[in-house]
């Protein structure tokens, strides 16, 4: 059975930093696409970002250069290390296991999404 376990929200102000971890059971962190999503009040769940198992990264265009994926597959833990945070970054943060194409681009819909976590709430306020 798969488990996806988020930790590290809290509340910072504008241009703090967190880092988000996600400890997975019952997969494999290297062999997969796992990556992020997040909930901001009002909308829709969105994609933030994406680890291939080759270790490629995407990114939404909103985190690009701000916020950072990795892996430590010997911990089975996905993290996303977000810097200078806005308030518009306030959202609940949720863990994802995708699907793949056959080249191993990972697709980033919510209906690909094989498995979610619980998620962790951040909060950027001044």
């Known amino acids: 059975q798969i488990q996806l376990v988020e930790s590290g929200g809290g509340s910072v102000q504008p241009g703090g930093s967190l880092r988000l971890s996600c400890a997975a059971s019952?997969?494999?962190?290297?062999?997969?696409?796992m990556g992020w999503f997040r909930q901001r009040p009002g909308k829709e769940r969105e994609w933030v970002s994406f680890?291939?198992?080759?270790?490629?990264?995407s990114y939404v265009n909103t985190v690009r250069g701000r916020f950072t994926i990795s892996k430590d597959a010997a911990k089975s833990t996905v993290y996303l290390q977000m810097n200078s945070l806005k308030l518009e970054d306030t959202a609940m943060y949720y863990c994802?296991?995708?699907?793949?194409?056959?080249?191993?681009?990972?697709?980033?819909?919510?209906?690909?999404?094989?498995?979610w976590g619980q998620g962790t709430q951040v909060t950027v306020s001044s």
């Open positions: 994802a296991f995708s699907s793949s194409s056959p080249s191993g681009a990972c697709f980033i819909s919510t209906s690909a999404v094989k498995a």
């Open positions: 019952g997969l494999t962190v290297d062999d997969r696409c």
């Open positions: 680890i291939r198992n080759t270790g490629i990264t």
